[in-house]
């Protein structure tokens, strides 16, 4: 069973602050990647990053596979409103398949 | 706007009632997905079709049934469900091949057993 942490679980910050979460798995990936979902919505993909240690940037985002691809950051700089949505990772695994941690849950006050 | 629609967005129904839930996909992909997200807990895979054909069944309760009738539409039949089935049942797409899948969602329909 391919287990993924995130941390922290939620986190609230002020809008202009900057923030990172965190994707930890004892599991090496043959890919991993980040959604958003916002409330009433369904998940939607951001990024996907495959090689260890690839650093990928979405505008204000900026995602990093770590070396060993057993985990991952996500760092958001200058935090939006607009940015307020529930952060999943999802490593992938054999043939196709996906494994999900519980989420970051993160809030921008305005 | 989304490439892959759910009907009903919400559903309320008691423990004897039978319902049903729609996916439809316009995204041309060969492979769909239902997934089950409660409260605190990681999305949980329930079902996968490649082709119209099932490919995996993640241990799921034989009270939800699947239906793929081609590769744009997915049901889950629902009959004499438990409270703790209450739930956002999610459907997803991708197209299956070498690389990795990413996964095109629904919005979901939040589900409600009383």
């Known amino acids: 069973t391919q287990l993924l942490e995130q941390s922290p679980q939620f986190l609230s910050i002020q809008e202009g602050e900057n923030l990172t979460v965190y994707c930890n798995s004892s599991?090496?990936?043959?890919?991993l990647q980040w959604y958003r979902q916002e409330p009433g919505e369904g998940p939607v993909l951001l990024v996907t990053v495959v090689t260890g240690g690839e650093v990928k940037k979405l505008k204000r985002l900026t995602f990093q596979f770590g070396d060993a691809r057993k985990d991952s950051s996500l760092h958001i700089t200058a935090a939006q409103p607009g940015d307020t949505g529930l952060y999943l990772c999802?490593?992938?695994?054999?043939?196709?398949?996906?494994?999900f941690g519980k989420g970051n849950q993160v809030v921008v006050i305005p | 706007e989304t490439g892959v629609t759910q009907t009903p967005r919400h559903l309320v129904m008691g423990m004897t009632n039978k319902k049903s839930l729609k996916c439809e996909q316009h995204l041309g992909h060969n492979a769909m997905y239902w997934y089950k997200q409660s409260a605190k807990k990681p999305l949980e895979l329930m079902f996968v079709?490649?082709?119209?054909?099932?490919?995996e069944n993640n241990s799921v309760p034989s009270r939800f049934s699947p239906e793929c009738p081609n590769s744009s539409h997915l049901f889950l039949h629902l009959h004499t469900l438990q409270p703790e089935d209450s739930a956002l049942y999610l459907c997803?797409?991708?197209?299956?091949?070498?690389?990795?899948?990413?996964?095109?969602f629904g919005e979901g329909s939040r589900l409600t057993v009383l």
């Open positions: 997803a797409s991708s197209q299956v091949r070498q690389e990795s899948g990413e996964l095109f």
């Open positions: 999802a490593g992938e695994y054999g043939n196709n398949r996906l494994a």
């Open positions: 079709y490649n082709f119209k054909e099932q490919t």
């Open positions: 599991s090496v990936f043959s890919s």
